[in-house]
């Protein structure tokens, strides 16, 4: 059965810091791992999708790479802007491949 | 913006009535998820239909039902409404299987009193 943790549960920085969000899966036969955002009582955008046979992805100022064999996800925030502040949640697909298996997320707070 | 809407933004109810959620997918997507998302929590999978019949369901019970029509539209209905089924709801569609990409609508906030 899988299952998805994230780490920290929130976190707070100053505007311009780098930072790493982690997230840990236990089922390592997975065909991707999606990264979403989501703002207060919002929907989720999609931000990565990491497939199976790709280590990294990139989109603007985030990078998220993929390690199957160790069960972890990270995503990268290049110099954080206050606009970054959101939930990031990790998503990783059962084994049936029906379903979305979300961490509870991490909780970033950007200060300017 | 992802092409899927959902309808309505807010509801309330009253604990034992019956709830109907709409969702609307982007167009060619045959794959359609419903996910309950309870605050402080990461989204929890209900159900999921490709091409009309239901593939996959998560840990919920069956007055959680589902529809979805030819037309990319879905519907979630929720009887006997319990007020631990205040919390949002979400859809998400994707191309044919659910380990493609899943694009993921605004969300209904149901609220149970």
């Known amino acids: 059965k899988q299952e998805v943790t994230q780490i920290p549960a929130a976190l707070s920085v100053p505007e311009g810091e780098n930072l790493v969000l982690n997230c840990s899966f236990t089922?390592?036969?997975?065909?991707?791992l999606q990264w979403f955002r989501q703002d207060p009582g919002k929907g989720l955008t999609s931000l990565l999708l990491i497939q199976s046979s790709q280590r990294e992805q990139t989109s603007g100022r985030l990078n998220a790479s993929l390690d199957k064999s160790s069960g972890r996800s990270t995503l990268y925030i290049a110099a954080s802007q206050p606009g970054d502040s959101a939930t990031y949640l990790c998503?990783?697909?059962?084994?049936?491949?029906?379903?979305?298996?979300f961490g509870k997320g991490t909780t970033l707070s950007v200060s300017s | 913006e992802t092409g899927v809407t959902q309808s309505p933004t807010h509801l309330i109810k009253t604990r034992g009535q019956q709830v109907t959620l709409r969702c609307s997918s982007q167009?060619?997507?045959?794959?359609v998820s419903w996910y309950q998302q309870a605050l402080g929590q990461g989204p929890q999978f209900i159900f999921q239909?490709?091409?009309?019949?239901?593939?996959g369901r998560g840990n919920f019970p069956p007055r959680f039902s589902g529809l979805q029509f030819p037309n990319y539209s879905s519907e979630l209905n929720v009887n006997a409404l319990e007020l631990d089924d205040s919390a949002l709801y979400l859809c998400a569609s994707s191309q044919d299987s659910g380990s493609d990409e899943q694009y993921f609508g605004p969300g209904t906030r149901l609220t149970v009193t």
């Open positions: 239909y490709y091409r009309e019949e239901e593939n």
């Open positions: 998503a990783a697909p059962n084994q049936a491949g029906t379903a979305l298996i």
């Open positions: 167009s060619g997507h045959n794959t």
């Open positions: 089922d390592s036969a997975i065909y991707n």
